[in-house]
């Protein structure tokens, strides 16, 4: 009987996930071996051809690097800056609750309605950018319009956004250890730095590393500031995996080449996975 | 108690951050209030209108927007519930012929959101006609890995004597379920509902490839054809209308901190 109602019980959640994991992450494989079908021209197998154009793709290439950078970029300023952040939070703190407040909040907005504020603070001369680089004596920035500078300055906004969200898996983790480390620490006479470089930062790396695993995973799925900042321009300087797959799909419409792009994030995807896995498994016998 | 040595430092550069982390937000709250011409002329005495409100509602369906958001959260949510409420309990406690393959298969879903797949779920959608409905833009998250597995780990901790004493007194495997393992799970419910709805009310990539009629399209991609630099709206309008749009999951957060923060944690570590 366990058999039947087990699978009772799953099937209507299992049918939702076939049919929009399952099967697309398939239809998507093997669309990527087609041509695409158009009114005058049905798609037919063309073997590895869509996988020889993707090597020549000059764009491919610059926006896989991008992503690197990208991940590069914000993920550890974003890991560095939630961790100092965690331990003035989880301190005695005057006003800590709004202090933690304070942290937090970019993580609940939209990020389409970030990128809306952020991209007047990016202006040329009016903007918040220019402004404060007015005072430190610097000239006039076109942030989002010089391909030297657009990554960057969408990573500063990235950054900001995600912090608060990770501060709170050290939160969680600084809560869990014991009080008498510290109390142990200072009967030693251990300064702060070195309690945290010999002690806390050690204990903390098992959430380093989950942090790290998940946030390049979501580093690939960032791709919704895009939209409202740049477009992936100028030249594709600012443009994510992600985007260029939408913008194959849906603005040039090469449905089979944006097929094969998809596959490639889902392979970078699945090596994630296989990473978290290992690194997971370790944990466990770690403890 | 003696405060360590730097401890007022710190503190000062703890406020210093805070203060950073808030001013995208306080200066797009002080461009919203003031006339337009103000928002690049700080000044504490500046007169204070809500007319950049007023434009913004009408340059936008905002009504439409917000509405269609809220039917399409409740309607993913309640979905979730329910599907990931049985298929959690399934592997909970029904041990099953093929459970373990079944369960991997479940969390390929937590690497691979639709989101990556827009192209083939934009097929998919489409052979079902249901390319712009808001049904279209929650049914591939309805059946959700990460619900599956928080409840799945919540049911689990359920100790065995309470669904006996329940089977005792009559009740049949879903009358167990909602009974025994409903209740004890409140807290992983409240903590899922509050990450789901967050997401949803966030979630853009997806609902704006499937949607193009503002029937159908949620807050998000109203907010970003509202705001897309070419649309020449200027910025105290924008700032009115991206505060409108985001005030009350804001104000939930300010409300529910705790709780919210409770919850992101919860989820994340398990």
């Known amino acids: 009987m366990k058999h039947v109602y087990g699978w009772l019980l799953l099937t209507p959640a299992a049918i939702l996930l076939i049919g929009f994991t ?18 005058v021209r049905p798609s037919r197998f063309v073997g590895l051809e869509n996988y020889a154009a993707l090597l020549e793709d000059p764009i491919f290439w610059q926006v896989l690097g991008n992503n690197a950078w990208f991940a590069l970029g914000t993920i550890p300023t974003a890991i560095a800056i939630a961790m100092v952040m965690a331990l003035w939070v989880n301190d005695r703190l005057p006003a800590r609750a709004l202090v933690r407040m304070a942290y937090f909040t970019p993580t609940v907005l939209p990020m389409i309605a970030v990128a809306n504020l952020w991209l007047f603070f990016y202006t040329p001369q009016i903007g918040l950018f220019d402004r404060l680089g007015a005072l430190a004596g610097a000239g006039s920035h076109n942030w989002l319009g010089d391909p030297d500078l657009v990554l960057p300055a969408t990573m500063v906004m990235v950054v900001w956004k995600e912090a608060g969200f990770f501060m709170i898996f050290y939160l969680a983790a600084l809560q869990s250890l014991p009080p008498e480390l510290e109390e142990a620490a200072k009967i030693d006479g251990a300064s702060r730095w070195y309690y945290f470089r010999r002690v806390i930062f050690p204990l903390l790396m098992p959430t380093t590393l989950f942090v790290l695993v998940n946030a390049t995973i979501n580093s690939f799925k960032l791709v919704d500031h895009l939209f409202i900042l740049t477009k992936g321009g100028p030249d594709n300087a600012s443009s994510l995996l992600l985007y260029y797959v939408y913008q194959v799909a849906f603005s040039f419409f090469e449905t089979a080449y944006a097929a094969t792009l998809t596959v490639v994030l889902l392979a970078l995807l699945a090596a994630l996975a296989v990473l978290q896995f290992l690194l997971i498994e370790k944990r466990v016998h770690y403890r | 108690m003696k405060l360590r040595p730097g401890f007022a430092l710190e503190t000062m550069a703890a406020w210093a951050l805070a203060a950073l982390w808030l001013s ?3 200066y797009a709250f002080w461009a919203a209030f003031h006339p337009a011409a103000m928002a690049t002329h700080f000044d504490l005495f500046a007169p204070l209108t809500l007319a950049n409100f007023a434009k913004a509602w009408t340059y936008a ?22 599907l990931c409420t049985l298929a959690g309990y399934a592997f909970a406690r029904f041990e099953f012929f093929g459970h373990h393959v079944a369960f991997g298969l479940v969390l390929v879903q937590l690497m691979v959101m639709p989101e990556v797949l827009i192209v083939e779920n934009y097929r998919i959608m489409a052979k079902l006609g249901l390319v712009d409905t808001i049904l279209g833009i929650g049914l591939p998250y309805m059946a959700s890995a990460f619900g599956i597995f928080l409840l799945r780990q919540t049911f689990k901790t359920v100790p ?7 089977r005792v007194e009559g009740c049949g495997f879903l009358g167990v379920l909602w009974r025994v393992y409903v209740p004890l799970a409140r807290p992983t419910y409240l903590a899922y509902g509050l990450v789901s709805v967050s997401y949803h009310w ?18 998000t991609v109203g907010l970003a054809i509202f705001g897309a630099p070419e649309s020449g709206v200027d910025w105290a309008v924008i700032s009115a209308g991206t505060i409108m749009a985001v005030s009350p999951l804001l104000v939930a957060f300010l409300l529910f901190q705790r709780q919210f923060m409770q919850s992101f944690m919860q989820a994340g570590i398990k």
């Not at chain 2, 966030?202 to 807050?219: D, G, H, K, Y």
């Open chain 2, 202 to 219: 966030n979630n853009f990539l997806w609902p704006l490839v499937i949607t193009n009629a503002v029937e159908t399209r949620p807050l």
């Open chain 2, 24 to 26: 995208p937000l306080a």
């Open chain 2, 160 to 166: 065995r004597e309470l669904e006996e004493a329940a």
């Open chain 2, 61 to 82: 369906p905002f009504p439409r927007h917000f509405l269609n958001t809220v039917v399409l959260v409740t309607m993913i949510l309640s979905a979730q519930l329910v």
């Open chain 1, 22 to 39: 399952h099967y697309p992450a398939v239809a998507t494989l093997i669309d990527s071996f087609y041509s695409t079908g158009t009114a």
